[in-house]
T-cell receptor, first 116, second 112 residues
Framework: GAGVSQSPRYKVAKRGQDVALRCDPI?????LFWYQQALGQGPEFLTY????????KSGLPSDRFFAERPEGSVSTLKIQRTQQEDSAVYLC??????????????FGEGSRLTVL | SQQGEEDPQALSIQEGENATMNCSYK?????LQWYRQNSGRGLVHLIL?????REKHSGRLRVTLDTSKKSSSLLITASRAADTASYFC????????????FGQGTRLTINP
Protein backbone atom coordinates (compact mmCIF):
# COMPACT_ATOMS: atom_id res chain seq x y z
CA GLY A 1 0.00 0.00 0.00
CA ALA A 2 0.94 3.62 -0.26
CA GLY A 3 1.01 4.37 3.45
CA VAL A 4 1.62 2.77 6.83
CA SER A 5 -1.10 0.30 7.67
CA GLN A 6 -2.01 -0.77 11.20
CA SER A 7 -4.40 -3.44 12.40
CA PRO A 8 -6.63 -3.79 14.21
CA ARG A 9 -7.84 -0.19 14.37
CA TYR A 10 -9.73 -0.93 17.56
CA LYS A 11 -9.14 -3.64 20.11
CA VAL A 12 -11.01 -4.28 23.34
CA ALA A 13 -9.33 -6.69 25.72
CA LYS A 14 -10.17 -7.99 29.13
CA ARG A 15 -7.54 -7.38 31.76
CA GLY A 16 -5.02 -10.18 31.68
CA GLN A 17 -5.46 -11.02 27.99
CA ASP A 18 -2.61 -10.88 25.52
CA VAL A 19 -2.88 -8.63 22.46
CA ALA A 20 -0.93 -8.32 19.23
CA LEU A 21 -0.87 -5.18 17.12
CA ARG A 22 0.39 -5.26 13.56
CA CYS A 23 2.18 -2.61 11.53
CA ASP A 24 2.85 -2.75 7.80
CA PRO A 25 5.30 0.06 6.97
CA ILE A 26 5.91 1.82 3.70
CA UNK A 27 7.77 -0.51 1.37
CA UNK A 28 11.50 0.08 1.49
CA UNK A 29 11.50 2.08 4.70
CA UNK A 30 14.40 0.96 6.85
CA UNK A 31 13.31 2.53 10.12
CA LEU A 32 10.21 1.57 12.07
CA PHE A 33 9.00 3.09 15.32
CA TRP A 34 6.27 2.32 17.84
CA TYR A 35 4.75 5.06 19.96
CA GLN A 36 2.10 5.04 22.67
CA GLN A 37 -0.32 7.95 22.88
CA ALA A 38 -2.58 8.47 25.87
CA LEU A 39 -5.70 10.58 25.47
CA GLY A 40 -4.84 14.25 25.16
CA GLN A 41 -1.09 13.62 25.29
CA GLY A 42 1.74 13.55 22.81
CA PRO A 43 3.13 10.28 21.45
CA GLU A 44 5.61 8.55 23.76
CA PHE A 45 8.44 6.56 22.17
CA LEU A 46 8.38 2.82 22.77
CA THR A 47 10.88 1.16 20.45
CA TYR A 48 12.83 1.50 17.19
CA UNK A 49 13.91 -0.97 14.51
CA UNK A 50 16.46 -0.56 11.78
CA UNK A 51 15.55 -3.31 9.36
CA UNK A 52 15.12 -6.38 11.57
CA UNK A 53 17.38 -5.13 14.36
CA UNK A 54 15.73 -3.63 17.42
CA UNK A 55 18.20 -0.85 18.19
CA UNK A 56 16.31 0.96 20.92
CA LYS A 57 13.68 -0.43 23.26
CA SER A 58 14.22 2.05 26.04
CA GLY A 59 10.60 3.24 25.98
CA LEU A 60 8.92 -0.11 26.56
CA PRO A 61 7.10 0.33 29.90
CA SER A 62 7.61 -3.19 31.20
CA ASP A 63 8.65 -6.68 30.20
CA ARG A 64 5.02 -7.33 29.28
CA PHE A 65 5.68 -5.34 26.10
CA PHE A 66 7.51 -7.03 23.28
CA ALA A 67 8.08 -5.98 19.66
CA GLU A 68 9.52 -7.78 16.70
CA ARG A 69 10.25 -7.21 13.03
CA PRO A 70 11.69 -10.56 11.94
CA GLU A 71 12.09 -9.90 8.22
CA GLY A 72 12.69 -6.19 8.36
CA SER A 73 9.24 -5.30 7.10
CA VAL A 74 6.05 -6.02 9.06
CA SER A 75 6.28 -5.45 12.79
CA THR A 76 4.18 -6.73 15.67
CA LEU A 77 3.82 -5.16 19.09
CA LYS A 78 2.70 -7.68 21.67
CA ILE A 79 1.38 -6.85 25.10
CA GLN A 80 1.06 -9.69 27.54
CA ARG A 81 -1.30 -9.79 30.52
CA THR A 82 -2.83 -6.44 29.63
CA GLN A 83 -3.58 -3.95 32.39
CA GLN A 84 -5.98 -1.01 32.37
CA GLU A 85 -3.08 1.43 32.21
CA ASP A 86 -2.15 -0.07 28.84
CA SER A 87 -5.26 1.54 27.33
CA ALA A 88 -3.98 3.97 24.70
CA VAL A 89 -3.50 4.45 20.99
CA TYR A 90 -0.47 2.63 19.66
CA LEU A 91 1.05 4.40 16.69
CA CYS A 92 3.47 2.90 14.21
CA UNK A 93 5.66 5.06 12.01
CA UNK A 94 8.26 4.34 9.35
CA UNK A 95 10.91 6.40 7.66
CA UNK A 96 13.65 6.14 5.12
CA UNK A 97 17.16 5.98 6.51
CA UNK A 98 18.59 9.45 7.10
CA UNK A 99 22.24 9.31 8.08
CA UNK A 100 23.11 11.41 11.09
CA UNK A 101 19.64 12.62 12.00
CA UNK A 102 16.03 11.66 12.40
CA UNK A 103 14.04 11.93 9.19
CA UNK A 104 10.40 12.53 8.42
CA UNK A 105 8.13 9.94 10.01
CA UNK A 106 5.12 8.52 8.21
CA PHE A 107 2.47 7.42 10.69
CA GLY A 108 -0.28 4.88 10.51
CA GLU A 109 -3.78 5.62 11.81
CA GLY A 110 -3.03 3.83 15.06
CA SER A 111 -4.51 0.95 17.00
CA ARG A 112 -6.75 2.02 19.86
CA LEU A 113 -6.52 -0.46 22.72
CA THR A 114 -9.08 -0.44 25.50
CA VAL A 115 -8.49 -2.76 28.44
CA LEU A 116 -11.55 -3.45 30.58
CA SER B 1 9.64 11.39 28.82
CA GLN B 2 8.74 14.45 26.80
CA GLN B 3 11.52 16.54 25.29
CA GLY B 4 9.45 19.41 24.03
CA GLU B 5 6.81 21.53 25.61
CA GLU B 6 4.26 23.33 23.49
CA ASP B 7 2.65 26.57 24.45
CA PRO B 8 -0.23 27.23 24.60
CA GLN B 9 -1.86 23.89 25.36
CA ALA B 10 -5.01 25.08 23.61
CA LEU B 11 -5.72 27.93 21.22
CA SER B 12 -9.05 29.06 19.79
CA ILE B 13 -9.19 31.74 17.09
CA GLN B 14 -11.48 32.99 14.33
CA GLU B 15 -11.10 31.86 10.77
CA GLY B 16 -8.76 34.14 8.86
CA GLU B 17 -6.63 35.02 11.90
CA ASN B 18 -3.06 33.86 12.34
CA ALA B 19 -2.20 31.12 14.85
CA THR B 20 1.15 30.94 16.61
CA MET B 21 2.34 27.95 18.61
CA ASN B 22 5.60 27.69 20.50
CA CYS B 23 7.81 24.78 21.41
CA SER B 24 10.71 24.57 23.84
CA TYR B 25 13.13 21.69 24.14
CA LYS B 26 15.95 20.68 26.43
CA UNK B 27 18.86 19.04 24.62
CA UNK B 28 20.89 19.84 21.52
CA UNK B 29 19.28 18.72 18.29
CA UNK B 30 20.01 18.01 14.63
CA UNK B 31 16.57 19.03 13.51
CA LEU B 32 13.11 19.92 14.76
CA GLN B 33 9.90 18.82 13.10
CA TRP B 34 6.25 19.84 13.35
CA TYR B 35 3.38 17.40 12.95
CA ARG B 36 -0.36 17.74 12.78
CA GLN B 37 -2.93 15.28 14.10
CA ASN B 38 -6.61 15.37 13.36
CA SER B 39 -8.85 13.80 15.98
CA GLY B 40 -8.67 10.01 15.90
CA ARG B 41 -6.05 9.94 13.15
CA GLY B 42 -2.32 9.46 12.82
CA LEU B 43 0.22 12.25 12.74
CA VAL B 44 1.11 14.00 9.50
CA HIS B 45 4.47 15.64 8.92
CA LEU B 46 4.30 19.37 8.22
CA ILE B 47 7.81 20.75 8.13
CA LEU B 48 11.38 20.02 9.19
CA UNK B 49 13.91 22.69 10.15
CA UNK B 50 17.56 21.87 10.63
CA UNK B 51 19.63 23.17 13.52
CA UNK B 52 21.59 25.48 11.20
CA UNK B 53 18.42 27.07 9.82
CA ARG B 54 16.57 29.96 11.44
CA GLU B 55 13.38 30.13 9.43
CA LYS B 56 11.52 28.02 6.95
CA HIS B 57 8.32 28.46 4.97
CA SER B 58 5.86 26.02 3.44
CA GLY B 59 2.65 27.44 2.03
CA ARG B 60 0.80 29.13 4.90
CA LEU B 61 3.25 27.72 7.45
CA ARG B 62 6.25 29.57 8.83
CA VAL B 63 8.61 27.92 11.31
CA THR B 64 11.38 29.60 13.22
CA LEU B 65 14.14 28.02 15.28
CA ASP B 66 16.30 29.65 17.93
CA THR B 67 18.87 27.12 19.10
CA SER B 68 20.32 29.53 21.67
CA LYS B 69 16.96 29.61 23.42
CA LYS B 70 16.10 26.03 22.51
CA SER B 71 12.78 27.12 21.11
CA SER B 72 10.74 27.04 17.92
CA SER B 73 7.51 28.57 16.74
CA LEU B 74 4.94 27.53 14.16
CA LEU B 75 2.87 30.24 12.53
CA ILE B 76 -0.20 29.39 10.46
CA THR B 77 -1.38 32.38 8.48
CA ALA B 78 -4.92 33.04 7.28
CA SER B 79 -6.29 30.11 9.26
CA ARG B 80 -9.13 27.94 7.96
CA ALA B 81 -11.64 25.74 9.75
CA ALA B 82 -9.81 22.74 8.27
CA ASP B 83 -6.69 23.71 10.25
CA THR B 84 -8.46 22.59 13.42
CA ALA B 85 -6.19 19.86 14.83
CA SER B 86 -3.50 19.19 17.40
CA TYR B 87 0.01 20.31 16.52
CA PHE B 88 3.14 18.69 17.91
CA CYS B 89 6.78 19.60 17.77
CA UNK B 90 9.30 16.79 17.76
CA UNK B 91 13.05 16.77 18.21
CA UNK B 92 15.70 14.19 17.72
CA UNK B 93 18.27 13.66 20.45
CA UNK B 94 21.23 14.79 18.36
CA UNK B 95 24.29 12.62 17.79
CA UNK B 96 22.69 10.78 14.91
CA UNK B 97 19.73 9.55 16.95
CA UNK B 98 16.91 8.34 14.70
CA UNK B 99 14.00 8.54 17.10
CA UNK B 100 11.87 11.64 17.60
CA UNK B 101 10.65 12.84 20.97
CA PHE B 102 7.30 14.64 20.89
CA GLY B 103 5.86 17.39 22.99
CA GLN B 104 2.41 17.43 24.54
CA GLY B 105 0.90 19.38 21.66
CA THR B 106 -1.23 22.45 21.09
CA ARG B 107 -4.91 21.87 20.40
CA LEU B 108 -5.93 24.46 17.80
CA THR B 109 -9.57 25.28 17.13
CA ILE B 110 -10.52 27.54 14.24
CA ASN B 111 -14.01 28.99 14.59
CA PRO B 112 -15.87 29.69 11.35
Amino acid sequence: GAGVSQSPRYKVAKRGQDVALRCDPISGHVSLFWYQQALGQGPEFLTYFQNEAQLDKSGLPSDRFFAERPEGSVSTLKIQRTQQEDSAVYLCASSAWTPGAAGELFFGEGSRLTVL
Amino acid sequence: SQQGEEDPQALSIQEGENATMNCSYKTSINNLQWYRQNSGRGLVHLILIRSNEREKHSGRLRVTLDTSKKSSSLLITASRAADTASYFCATDAGQGAQKLVFGQGTRLTINP
